[in-house]
């Protein structure tokens, strides 16, 4: 969306919500919030809590927070020293189930398309990067905020150059990563069909199989030493 034409402003908040939801019907990015608001020509207090109640229900991903991006848990370096790629699979295998089911209850019709689309791998696109949106999309539609910034803590802690997870969690094999894909759809379908019971089995059954791909590459290297 490059440009945008003013237009009569709306009335009240549900009529100010509607006019957002009609602009990203239209696809591509929503402006900044000065932007959007002298488009739709209201007051930015009155556009903040329109945008406020879409990302409440879900139609609007959350504000970003106002940190640096490198910012880390001060205890963040000790975990990495102590852990293995094992721990870290075990940890998810806890937590992520249980928040897929969560999403499969909780998310919203855009949620839901989001975690769709990241299902699948698009031609030459950075296999990490997809598999941490994949699941980071789901994490988002569980509503639960704790449970997300510590999965992101997690996750930061997984893909530390040091515990290696990236190299044994995010393949580049053609094959593989067509079954992680595979694996990936049956997940988000079950949220899409809004089967709690599906979308938590379908996790931890891929889950399991990643754990089964870091200890077979494991145990490779230990004989390969």
Not at 1 to 28: C, H, K, T, Y
Not at 116 to 132: H, I, K, L, W
């Amino acid at each position: 969306m490059n440009a945008f034409e003013p237009q009569a402003g709306p009335s009240d908040l549900d009529d100010i919500i509607a006019a957002v939801r009609q602009l990203q019907q239209g696809g591509g990015k929503l402006p900044s919030e000065r932007d959007l608001a002298g488009h739709l020509s209201v007051k930015r207090h009155q556009l903040r809590k329109a945008l406020e109640v879409l990302r409440h229900s879900g139609d609007l991903k959350p504000a970003r927070a106002r940190r640096a991006p490198t910012a880390l848990p001060r205890y963040g370096e000790e975990l990495v020293r102590v852990t293995n790629p094992i721990e870290v699979l075990e940890l998810r295998l806890i937590m992520e189930p249980g928040l897929a089911r969560l999403a499969s209850l909780r998310a919203s019709s855009f949620e839901t398309a989001r975690i769709m689309d990241a299902a699948t791998t698009p031609e030459n696109a950075p296999s990490g990067e997809v598999d941490f949106a994949f699941h980071l999309a789901i994490v988002a539609a569980a509503r639960n905020h704790l449970a997300a910034e510590f999965y992101k803590m997690l996750r930061q802690v997984g893909v530390d150059a040091r515990v290696k997870v990236a190299r044994t969690a995010a393949p580049t094999c053609p094959k593989r990563i067509a079954q992680r894909d595979g694996e990936h759809r049956l997940i988000a379908e079950a949220i899409s069909q809004r089967d709690p019971e599906a979308a938590e089995a379908a996790m931890r059954a891929h889950l399991l199989s990643v754990q089964r791909q870091i200890m077979e590459r494991s145990n490779a290297g230990a004989f390969a030493a």
